[in-house]
């Protein structure tokens, strides 16, 4: 079984910056998925950025150019940089990770980010 545990939440003013971090208790190869959804208040979990199991990185229109998701396999982790942070992307953030060949998913119990001025 394996555990997300999430950290790096926090409010920020609109235009801040945060990094979310994301540790897998268990082993995350290389070729399985990784990445951020969030869920904000009265609106549907969404899609923010993966790496998925062919390799690719993709990002939601809302936070591309923005954003950026990177891995450390070596430490079973993954990041989210936050940049440019407005306040339509306070959300509560969940990490996701989800194995190639059975997909099985696991997520985060989720991490808070607040943006107001």
């Known amino acids: 079984q394996v555990q997300l545990v999430e950290s790096g939440g926090g409010s920020v003013q609109p235009g801040g910056s945060l990094r979310l971090s994301c540790t897998a208790s268990?082993?995350?190869?290389?070729?399985?998925?990784m990445g951020w959804f969030r869920q904000a208040p009265g609106k549907q979990r969404e899609l923010v950025a993966i790496l998925t199991t062919g390799g690719s990185t993709n990002y939601a229109d809302s936070v591309n150019g923005r954003f950026t998701i990177s891995r450390d396999s070596a430490k079973n982790a993954v990041y989210l940089q936050m940049n440019s942070l407005k306040p339509e992307d306070t959300a509560v953030y969940y990490c996701?990770?989800?194995?190639?060949?059975?997909?099985?998913?696991?997520w985060g119990q989720g991490t808070q980010v607040t943006i107001s001025s």
């Open positions: 996701y990770a989800r194995r190639r060949f059975t997909a099985t998913a696991y």
């Open positions: 268990g082993i995350i190869g290389s070729g399985d998925a």
